[in-house]
Nanobody
Framework: QVQLVESGGGSVQAGGSLRLSCAAS????????MDWYRQAPGNERELVAG???????RYADSVKGRFTISRDNAKKTVYLQMNSLQPEDTGVYYC??????????????????WGQGTRVTVSS
């Protein structure tokens, strides 16, 4: 069974910083893409940043230059360093991780898993 546990959310003033973490655990064979999404009140969930197994990164235009995604493969953890936070960054942040599990000697399953969400509130 695979589990994702997020941490690091909180309340900050505009201009502040937060670091989110998302740790995967369980019977994991390998991990591919690791992404961060956010959902603001009344809005759809949107991709904030992503990182491939090879370390290539991508960012939403709204966070480029302010947010940095990274991963520690040994710890099965993805991070999101958020600097220069603005009120429009407020929302619930979710990690989404593509995980491969070994179902049998020759059978592997590739699935996306979501974290439980961590709330980020930025006040002006």
């Amino acid at each position: 069974q695979v589990q994702l546990v997020e941490s690091g959310g909180g309340s900050v003033q505009a201009g502040g910083s937060l670091r989110l973490s998302c740790a995967a655990s369980g019977s994991i064979f390998s991990i591919n893409n690791m992404d961060w999404y956010r959902q603001a009140p009344g809005n759809e969930r949107e991709l904030v940043a992503g990182i491939t197994s090879g370390g290539s990164t991508r960012y939403a235009d709204s966070v480029k230059g302010r947010f940095t995604i990274s991963r520690d493969n040994a710890k099965k953890t993805v991070y999101l360093q958020m600097n220069s936070l603005q009120p429009e960054d407020t929302g619930v942040y979710y990690c989404n991780v593509e995980i491969i599990t070994r179902e049998s000697e020759s059978d592997y399953l590739n699935q996306d898993y979501w974290g439980q969400g961590t709330r980020v509130t930025v006040s002006s």
